[in-house]
């Protein structure tokens, strides 16, 4: 098991020092949904949570009755 996730790890944070850090664009050559390689660093690898780029979050959208 320590040799898969060694491996694991490389081959993760291989792939996001080839995309500059973007784990959508590492997710799409590894071909892995982007949550599933998100979480698989956060729990598995957090080490390699600073190869990657900061969580972006984007703005909700409110409903246009709050504003009337």
């Known amino acids: 098991l320590d040799e898969v996730l060694k491996h694991e790890r490389s081959l993760i944070g ?3 020092a080839k995309v500059g850090g973007k784990v959508t664009h590492a997710a799409e050559l590894l071909g892995v949904d ?3 390689l998100a979480f698989t660093i ?3 690898h957090p080490d390699l ?3 990657r780029t900061p ?3 984007r ?5 246009r009755s709050k504003h009337r």
């Open 59 to 63: 703005p909700r959208k409110t409903s």
């Open 34 to 36: 982007y949550r599933y």
């Open 55 to 57: 969580i972006r979050r």
């Open 49 to 51: 949570l600073n190869k």
């Open 14 to 16: 291989d792939t996001l």
């Open 42 to 44: 956060e729990t598995r």
